[in-house]
């Protein structure tokens, strides 16, 4: 079994996630190819500055603006979103989907709904049916006897279920509201079929790994047993896997620094092999600045340093304090990790005035070991003209940028980059 350095799995991490050494897509299209790359795109309709997934493919996608990932998503029908926990998936993906969809009827809420609400997804299903693209807002609905945290109609929860039965999909955005219609009027019809459970439990033991690209070998069942709505055995996991092994669709390897056998698709294993050589991959190559030349922002919930990967990887303590009380907040609000070369370096929280289309960085802060010197000042000064850009922003206020020589160059980078 082959080991890799920390800085190997750094790097290889950074890399498949489209970040390292800088952005390799570009536009429109690049907007697609980045999510299809990054395999799963968290969304959150929280918009300080830019929504998350704004800013995770600002990251990763040269010329990227505001516009294209609902033109990618819902008008080109590249992707659909679902889940509890939201996600943009590829649409390529939605016949595994829908193998797996029906398993979400056992949920005990629904079959609490449906008893005490049995006409109400009949209701909306017809009324979709008749009328075409419907928000909840369209819905006069019933109200709930007792509050749903998925709404306060019972059209509300019923839309909410049926999406995720798979028998209405989200068909376009307005603003983060949902419009939604049926199924076959969404997904294109090379799409609108039905993988075998057997296709599917198999795509979903592949995808468990590829979304996260390194994989704790103790993780895998309870990922795929997520995934697949279903209780999974040590038995079924180790069996799956073993298979999948054999097969030589995963491969396992060790961490330098850990115990633990860890997972990867074996596509993936010559970049890492790169890698530990102390090669960047060909197909890495950017088409603009590196992250030495221009930093990136990371988004709070990027799968590179969201839920303690941030502390795991880059020994870098990040949390998104947004939910946290003030009184309870170590950095700010809607704080960023900000990535110089392979590295997490620093944190910045960004906060847009529409009013004055002014970018306002309410803290900033330095890594201990993190560089002081003019390269970096000159990379972060592109960074934040590159973000200003992207939110609309005429002017930054970076008062809370320190040491001050460090702000000083910073703003002489800035303008030089804005003006």
Known sequence: MDTISRITFRRFLLGQQGLWPGRRFRGLDGTTSAINQIEA????????????????LHGRVLDFNLGHLYQSAYEQRNFFDYGGTLFLYP???????RAIMPRTARYPRMTEFRKNHPRAMDEVLAALRGNGPMSNRDFEGNGLSQWSYRGRKDSAVA???????GEVMITIRKGFDRVYDLRERVVPREYDFVASIGEAEDFFARKTIAIPNLMREKR????????????????DAEEKLSALIG??????????GSAENWLVLTKAVPLLKSIEAGRIPKIWKPLGPSTEEEVAFLAPLDMVS???RAKQVFDFDYVWEVYKPVHQR???????????????????DPKLDRKTDTLQIMGFWLEDDAPKDEAFANALGRGIARFAKLVGAKRVEMDCIQPRRLRTQVRRMFKAESG
């Open 330 to 348: 170590r950095w700010g609000y809607y704080t960023l990790p900000i990535l110089y070369d392979d590295d997490l370096v620093a944190r910045l």
């Open 41 to 56: 795109l968290q969304l959150d309709p929280l918009n300080i500055a830019a929504r998350s997934q704004e800013i995770a």
């Open 91 to 97: 649409m390529k993906e939605f016949p595994f989907w």
């Open 306 to 308: 969201a839920r303690g």
């Open 247 to 256: 097969r030589g669709v995963v491969s396992q390897l060790k961490v330098e």
């Open 159 to 165: 839309l909410f279920y049926l999406w995720l039965l």
């Open 220 to 235: 895998f069942r309870t990922s795929w047993q997520d995934a697949i709505e279903r209780e999974v055995t040590p038995r």
